[in-house]
Nanobody
Framework: RGQTVESGGGSVPAGGSTRLSCRPS????????MGWFRQVPGNEREKVAV????????HYADSVKGRFTISQDNDNTILYLQMNTLKPEDSATYYC?????????????????WGQGIQVTVST
């Protein structure tokens, strides 16, 4: 069984940018909705951005709207999160995964997370 390949993140100054990427194994891919989530110690994992595969529709948490952009490569095998104008409160471990499309309309949702997560630390 293949492994999810993740990259990006690290330590970034406030106001800076970074791009996260996630390439799940072929065995875990093929989901209609995919997204990025983040978690800080002591808090629940929260939605950051969701995209409908091949549908050109994306959805964001209010806290990142206008600063983050979720996208896929042309083959829909790699999921990206472009993060601009970073703030210290964006510091978290970021996870990619498939998710119930209900998340877009505010309904109950469930996610299947891929990989070990990517640490992003935004310094002042």
């Amino acid at each position: 069984r293949g492994q999810t390949v993740e990259s990006g993140g690290g330590s970034v100054p406030a106001g800076g940018s970074t791009r996260l990427s996630c390439r799940p194994s072929a065995y875990t891919y093929a989901s209609k909705c995919m997204g990025w989530f983040r978690q800080v110690p002591g808090n629940e994992r929260e939605k950051v951005a969701v995209i409908i595969t091949g549908g050109g529709v994306d959805h964001y948490a209010d806290s990142v709207k206008g600063r983050f952009t979720i996208s896929q490569d042309n083959d829909n095998t790699i999921l990206y999160l472009q993060m601009n104008t970073l703030k210290p409160e964006d510091s978290a471990t970021y996870y990619c995964g498939s998710v119930s499309c209900n998340i877009i309309t505010g309904g109950n949702w469930r996610a299947n997370y891929w990989g070990q997560g990517i640490q992003v630390t935004v310094s002042t």
